[in-house]
């Protein structure tokens, strides 16, 4: 959106430029430097807005990072929370097991061990979903942000007049 609104600043510039025509050699003595300002002032402004749009561009990549970051690190600490109250209901019930005769302690050993495993595995699936999620996130905003870059810094050196980069 950005780069039509510059393409649309710069038309004016460009159709005066074409269209004024020289009509004395005063007026055509003149006309140079103030075509010249003007083509000095398109540039700046473009040069301007393509600084502009790069930066906007990091600070998009940066904040989707972040936010992936931030995903990341409250499933870490959900999981982690989870793990613990799983490990202490555990505890809780072994030590009532304990309490309690032979028979009774050895079945609920057995099945808070059980919950123990089921919650280790289920906690270990979640964090390595929400880790390779997160780094998607990363590595997909990163790609996007060198994509938007690599396009502006393009788009300013055509407006500069350099010849496309070949790949």
């Keep these: 959106m950005k780069l039509w609104k510059i393409t649309l600043l710069s038309l004016p510039f460009v159709l005066g430029a074409c269209s004024q025509e020289e009509s004395t050699d005063q007026a055509a003595t003149e006309q140079p430097s103030e075509l010249q300002q003007k083509v000095d002032t398109a540039v700046k402004e473009t040069k301007e807005a393509g600084s502009a749009i790069g930066e906007a561009t990091k600070q998009a990549a940066s904040d989707t990072a972040e936010a992936g970051k931030g995903y990341y690190e409250t499933a870490k600490e959900k999981t982690s929370a ?18 309690s005769t032979s028979e009774a302690y050895d079945a609920t050993k057995d099945k808070a061990s059980e919950v123990y495993d089921a ?5 270990s ?21 060198s994509e938007i870059i690599d396009e502006a810094k393009q788009n300013q050196r055509e407006g500069d007049g350099f010849p496309p980069a070949t790949e």
């Excluded at 919650?119 to 906690?123: H, L, P, Q, S």
């Design 82 to 99: 989870a793990y613990e109250a799983t490990k202490e209901k555990s505890g809780e019930l072994y030590d009532s097991a304990k309490e």
């Design 119 to 123: 919650a280790k595995e289920k906690t």
């Design 125 to 145: 699936a979640a964090y390595d979903a929400t880790k390779q999620k997160a780094g998607e996130l990363y590595d997909s905003a990163k790609e996007k942000g």
